[in-house]
């Protein structure tokens, strides 16, 4: 198998919601490489290695505790960065932030279409490849 050139960062100390959410992410998107830190030292030891080569990072996935425990790290990077939101609760604090947000309460269905609308919404050039047939065949159920 080929080393994939981009990774995905899960940064979410719920474990079933990452496990979840990197199963998702891998059949949509499976030129990347997804990883899970349960904690921003992990992912930040992690993204902080000088190796050549690495995978960079193309996308954080960051529970919203996560998002205010660090904001200034992620303020740097908010076009790739997708803020995990239980429901429609979002404080003030987030809501004038450049963030991308993702409802992680949706059933299957709606969180692929919420995943594609916000890569899509992010880039102006597509990816290398194109969403797997499990991602198309969820959006025409």
Known sequence: ?????KRIAIIEPAYLTAIGLKGLLDSMMPF???VIFDTFEQFEE???????????FVHFFVSSKIIFEHAAFFAQMPQITIVLLYGNSMSDALLHTRFKFLDITQNEQQLVKAILSLHGSGHTAPHPTDVTQKGTDSLSD
């Not at 198998?1 to 050139?5: Q, R």
């Not at 992690?46 to 995978?55: C, G, K, L």
């Open 32 to 34: 990347a490489e997804t």
């Open 46 to 56: 992690n993204f902080n290695r000088h190796d050549a080569d690495a995978p960079r």
């Open 1 to 5: 198998m080929m080393k994939s050139s």
